[in-house]
Each structure stands twice: as structure tokens, then as C-alpha cells.
């Protein structure tokens, strides 16, 4: 696993790529989300089950899985879905309650533009249950172009501004 980032000396956390060698860590963050944090994160209120097949899946499509590790524990992730209509890929991320307003989504966010402006990737979307408020601050904060239809929250993050959008 490759350290992409130091995130905090104090809690020595780390933001660092990983891929299916991490499933169980992975698996383990998302299954110990509280029920609010469960419908946040997938609309709904997901079993272990659909969180384990879950896991599985995003492991396989995702182009990009970044996550951030304090002393070895997996605390929160962030997926990137290519979609490639547009230039677009979709984000989505999950911190554990108890390292929340540490900085640790902004940081997954930091990774994430990284990787889609290496990879071509000019927007990246968040779909945001309207009971997420931490994302949809995260989208505000980061100046995310925001869209409320059909009770979901719909952002999009211009991943540089450098890039010619004519092109």
C-alpha cells in the first residue's frame, strides 16, 4: 500500500491508495457505520449483507480507492466510478464517526482530484442523501456546483481549473 499523503503528524494518519488487499478493512469501516451514517452514505438502510456484496463490487469497478489509515485502522475512503461521459466520474466516501471533522474527507477529496487530473477526469460527481449534511458541506466548502431534484443533492467538482473546457 502506497502512502499518498501524511495527514495529520499528531494522529499520524495516512492517506494511502489500496485495492482489494484491504477488503476486510474496507468491509469492516462501511458495516460500522451507525444507521444515519448508513442511509447517508447509500440512500438506504443497508444491511450487512448489501454492504458486504457492496464492497465486493466497488473493489472490482472502481477505478480509484483511496483511504485513510490512522495506526494501520482503515477510518474513512473515498471510490472513484469512471463513467467517462463528459469527462465526469463519480465519488464516494465514508469516515468512520468517531474520526469525523478531522480533516480526513478533505484530504480523500485532495486524493481524488489528484487521480482524475492525472487521469483525465475534469468533473468529479457526488449523488448526496439530503440527510448527509457533512457532504454537502464538503461539496459547498470545495465551491462544488450544487443541484436539489428528486430529494437528492447532486454536486459537481471541477477537478482544475487549468483546464481548457473548450478542448
Known amino acids: 500500500m502506497e502512502s499518498i499523503a501524511t495527514l495529520n503528524a499528531a494522529t499520524r494518519a495516512t492517506i494511502a491508495r489500496f485495492g482489494a488487499e484491504q ?3 474496507f468491509l469492516e469501516l462501511l458495516q460500522s457505520l451507525d444507521l444515519p451514517s448508513r442511509v447517508g452514505r447509500f440512500g438506504h438502510l443497508a444491511s450487512d449483507a448489501s ?5 465486493k463490487a466497488a473493489l472490482s469497478a472502481a477505478a480509484f480507492t483511496a483511504g485513510a489509515f490512522v495506526e494501520g485502522k482503515l477510518v474513512g475512503v473515498v471510490e472513484v466510478f469512471e463513467t467517462r461521459a463528459n469527462a465526469t466520474a463519480e465519488v464516494a466516501f465514508a469516515v468512520h464517526a468517531d474520526w469525523r471533522r478531522h480533516g ?6 485532495d486524493a481524488a482530484k489528484r487521480w482524475a ?13 439530503p440527510s448527509n449534511t457533512p457532504m454537502r458541506r464538503l461539496a459547498e466548502r470545495v465551491g462544488a456546483s450544487i443541484d436539489i431534484a428528486c430529494d437528492e443533492i447532486c454536486a459537481e467538482i471541477a477537478v482544475a481549473a487549468s483546464y481548457d473546457m473548450a478542448a
Open 23 to 25: 477488503t476486510v478493512l
Open 117 to 129: 487530473e492525472a487521469s483525465g477526469v475534469r468533473v468529479l460527481s457526488m449523488v448526496i442523501s
Open 51 to 55: 454492504i458486504e456484496t457492496y464492497v
Open 104 to 109: 480526513f474527507a478533505s484530504a480523500l477529496l
